[in-house]
């Protein structure tokens, strides 16, 4: 079994298509879990948004991490810039996918953060390693950037919920080209 760590509806449509056509021997199990995402009504609409896909797919998606991103942010200490907070976030997130997968008895684990061409996929790879290494599940990485396009038709065909930043307060305040919050 593999645990996949979602992040949101639209960026999980790919993947699970991916899943069924390519690999349909992998049993999967989804874990929505986003410590990063503010504020909390953006954290709710990309989980309701997930929920809706998960109905429409068939997939079992655990939704039990609340919504908590105090933890995260505490933990980022002063105003992370580009890679370095985009490495926190990974490593965060596949750390903690890591131990859920560990717990569950899964032989690995993936994140649909690897659909987007947004995120650093280097960093990406770097900390799903590591979280493999710590916690024993291997980490299954596929670059479905590939089907960016295929992926984002899917999500508007099913009228998903589409964001417009990473999650992050950080980078919400880079969209907005605010210096401060």
């Not at 490495?87 to 649909?112: I, K, V």
Request: with cysteine; charged share 25%.
């Amino acid at each position: 079994m593999i645990l996949l760590h979602i992040c949101c509806g639209p960026c999980a449509a790919y993947p699970l298509e991916w899943f069924r056509d390519q690999r349909p021997d992998l049993e999967l199990e989804g874990w929505f879990y986003n410590p990063n995402v503010h504020p909390g009504d953006e954290f709710r609409r990309r989980r309701d948004s997930l929920a809706f896909l998960a109905l429409h797919c068939g997939l079992r998606v655990d939704f039990s991490p609340p919504y908590d991103a105090a933890d995260f942010l505490a933990d980022l200490g002063s105003r992370p810039v580009g890679p370095d907070r985009c490495r926190a976030c990974y490593a965060w997130r596949l750390s903690a996918a890591a131990r859920e997968a560990a717990r569950r008895g899964c032989q690995a684990f993936a994140t649909t953060l690897a659909f987007s061409k947004r995120q650093k996929h280097d960093l990406l790879l770097e900390e799903g390693r590591r979280a493999a290494a710590l916690h024993g599940p291997d980490f299954f990485y596929v670059d479905w950037r590939s089907g960016w396009t295929s992926g984002h038709e899917a999500a508007r065909a099913l009228g998903l919920y589409r964001q417009s930043h990473c999650g992050c307060i950080f980078s919400e305040l880079e969209r907005l080209g605010s210096a401060r919050p």
